[in-house]
């Protein structure tokens, strides 16, 4: 069956064949933002730790979500049937409940967790997405290209981290402020975090890295020198699931012990 055919069987289906993009300028407009320049970071594999210990007031991680969603053009919608969200936050129950125990710290029990999509080494939403629209790129980024989405939501029902939001409703008429240096997302396609490769082909480090002001820390993983390496041989981390195999590529640090846990 070729795309042709298969976006014809899709549709009689009803199940999103009309979320595909259309227009040629909005495409173009994308390609030219996500275009490298010479100062691009590069890496062999990108990976992300985060620091809980230093998220000590309750709204520091909603402030850090809050410069991810108005830097990517993320609706504000507060219906939790048709909500968009790339980066939020979590108890330890729900972050880590493979970890919950009945001896666990209270300390631990009443920390709020950032999550976000984990980039995995073996993601299992793109082996299900039939289009290719979602896909991992060289450097272990998840990455999607929204105009070959056609709102099937494999790769949701794939994700073991909940990390994907489908787009049920127009979302550009919930966008309280655009970001013109991006495109927004349409009706029919799901979106989720991309660790901003597009900052990332400017040579800028990922939004939340800056807002979180040293509680996130990015780098790469491959290279034995970086802050991230140099970070997780000076603690004991954890990461989401890890009996699936997915191999996340976020690291949660907590700083003065885990016990518990």
């Avoid at 990108?46 to 979500?65: G, L, N, T, Y």
């Avoid at 709102?151 to 939001?165: E, I, T, V």
Wanted: aromatic share 10%; glycine share 6%.
């Amino acid at each position: 069956m070729n795309r042709r055919d298969f976006l014809k069987a899709i549709a009689a289906l009803g199940v999103g064949g009309a979320a595909v993009y259309k227009g040629s300028n909005h495409l173009k407009a994308q390609a030219a933002v996500m275009k490298k320049s010479s100062e691009a970071k590069l890496a062999g594999h990108w990976a992300m730790v985060i620091d809980v210990s230093r998220f000590q007031k309750p709204d520091d991680i909603k402030q850090v979500a809050a410069a991810c969603h108005r830097f990517h053009n993320v609706p504000k919608i507060d219906d939790p049937d048709h909500e968009i969200k790339w980066i939020w936050q979590e108890d330890f129950e729900h972050t880590f409940a493979e970890l919950e125990s009945q001896y666990l710290s209270e300390k631990i029990k009443k920390m709020d967790f950032p999550v976000l999509c984990n980039h995995c080494e073996n993601p299992p939403c793109v082996r299900v997405c039939p289009t290719k629209a979602t896909f991992k790129r060289a450097d272990g980024i998840v990455a999607m290209d929204y105009h070959r989405c056609i709102g099937c939501r494999f790769c949701m029902a794939a994700c073991p981290f909940g990390a994907r939001s489908f787009n049920f409703i127009d979302p550009r008429l919930f966008i309280e402020e655009v970001n013109p240096e991006l495109a927004s997302r349409t009706i029919g396609v799901v979106e989720k975090c991309n660790f901003c490769v597009e900052r990332l082909a400017k040579g800028q480090e990922p939004v939340c890295v800056k807002a979180a002001k040293g509680a996130i820390i990015f780098g790469d993983l491959d290279d034995p020198d970086s802050t991230v390496r140099k970070v997780l041989n000076e603690n004991f981390f954890i990461r989401r699931k890890v009996e699936l195999g997915t191999g996340p590529s976020i690291y949660y640090v907590i700083r003065g012990g885990v016990a518990g846990a």
